[in-house]
């Protein structure tokens, strides 16, 4: 990657794209190619994985396919300063594989307790009525960061790995201005 320049590296993240390591070679490429590539998670297990993307197609239709695992799995994996995860715009302490694994945990603990599976193995309907109890903060006996702080964040992700690409800004509507670039913006 420091090779490819601070133009390139602008451009690749204007269009999703971020480094993924495949065979042992970075390659740059949206979060969704590298689910659909199966490319191994860095810090993440399968687990993990499963359930950041199970969380993520309830809070945000699509995250799943977009690849919210992978993005999460691959921005905890740069410096802390460097991320863009949504821990890190609330203030959360690095490492922020912490928070998410923490928030993984709870989840999956609440779900068991409650509904008698993890959350990955809950119906759509169960998955949807959880998510809205966490979000308000009613589940007896969370542990960790508040439900409705995990709601937040992990929701925030869920919005930016669906729609923070140029795929995402044409279905909501907004027009791509290739001749204003990201330093004419500001």
Known sequence: MTNMGRRGFVKGATLGALAF??????????????????????????????????????L??????????????QQLSVPPHEALLQARIFNVRPPF????RTAIVSIDESSRRILGRDFAQLSAADQREFVGRMRQNKIEGWTGRPGAAVYAVLRADAVDVVYGTMEGYEALGIPYMPHITPEKRW
């Open 21 to 58: 390591t495949v065979g042992g070679v970075e390659a740059i490429m949206a979060p969704g190619e590298a689910r659909a590539r199966n490319v191994p998670f860095r810090l993440l297990d399968a687990h993990q994985g499963e359930t950041l993307e199970a969380l993520g197609e309830t």
């Open 60 to 73: 945000v239709p699509q995250a799943r396919e977009a690849g919210i695992a992978h993005y999460i799995d």
């Open 97 to 100: 594989a912490d928070f998410y």
